[in-house]
């Protein structure tokens, strides 16, 4: 969360999956996170705006899956103050990242929800070792 909490510091800044060299991929699972600022808001990460933040999550356990849905396909855009989110496109942004733990754990399910205002909250669910699809 504080990748995302980062991005809504500064203005026009993109919280996304992926890599400098590959953008905004949106494969949460293989473990690539980015914060970058986004001068030309095109969700691309160009030479002259700088990444903020970036993150490898290795060792990602075959038992773990991370998916993600709405604006975290591409990438989630926050405005200056840090308030609304929005997708790359310009629309109004809300989705989660779920991930999950194909085990019996409880709860094995942690959803990383970002509402239309901007605010990001952590759901918890017990789904008995099963990680359904968003």
């Given at each position: 969360m504080i990748y995302i909490n980062i991005a809504r510091q500064y203005a026009a800044h993109v919280f996304c999956a992926g890599t400098r060299e590959e953008g905004c991929s949106g494969d949460w699972a293989a473990g690539h996170w980015q914060t970058f600022v986004d001068y030309d808001h095109d969700?691309?990460?160009d030479v002259?705006?700088?990444q903020l933040q970036r993150a490898r999550i290795v060792?990602?356990?075959r038992s773990v899956s991370v998916d993600a849905n709405g604006p975290f396909?591409?990438?989630v855009v926050f405005m200056p103050a840090g308030g609304a989110a929005e997708r790359i496109s310009g629309a109004?942004?809300?989705g989660r990242v779920r991930?999950?733990?194909a085990t019996s754990i409880s709860p094995n399910v942690i959803d990383i929800v970002l509402s239309k205002s901007g605010r990001v909250r952590l759901e918890h669910h017990d789904f008995n070792g099963e990680c359904p699809a968003l």
């Open positions: 969700g691309i990460v002259n705006e700088p060792g990602i356990q396909k591409t990438g109004f942004a809300a991930v999950c733990a």
